[in-house]
């Protein structure tokens, strides 16, 4: 792979279209590249900021700032993941408290009350989407 100190690169716009030309060009090798449409598919060959760069349309000096590094993924609470799920139609559900230990004492009828999901409030769906930041859920679903 070639220097990242050697490589220049040539930024054009044009009235036209809406996003600059990037080219890419490296002196000790053949390898060029350029892109019309996304620079995130170069981010690892551009330096981190470019500045100063003329237009020659208005021949004034703009700022193009490129940012090179990884967007911010979310952390899913594992233990929050354990305990929710989604239906087929995208409401959260959960488990029933109280069917852990001391079953002896309990009804067949109310164990098989608290075997069963259980829809989560709308009050608390901001608090499991917050922990949970995946999961796909139906916010208009009742």
Known sequence: MASLSMASVNITFSPL?????????FPRSSLAL????????IRAVLPQKISTVVSPSSQRL???????????????HKA????????????????RSGKQHLLAKKNNKRKLRLSK???VSR?????????L??????????
């Not at 929050?80 to 488990?95: D, L």
């Not at 009050?123 to 989407?129: F, K, L, Q, T, W």
């Not at 930041?133 to 009742?142: G, I, Q, S």
């Open 34 to 41: 350029a892109s019309t449409h996304c620079i995130s598919g």
């Open 17 to 25: 279209r809406s996003s600059p030309k990037v080219s890419v060009q």
């Open 123 to 131: 009050s608390d769906y901001d608090n499991v989407i917050g922990a």
């Open 133 to 142: 930041p995946y999961l796909k859920v139906n916010r208009k679903a009742t």
């Open 117 to 119: 999901m259980h829809e």
């Open 80 to 95: 929050s993941a354990k305990r929710f799920r989604v239906t087929g139609r995208g409401k959260i559900v959960r488990r």
């Open 62 to 76: 703009q700022t193009l700032t490129v940012f090179a590094h990884k967007g911010y993924k979310m952390k899913t």
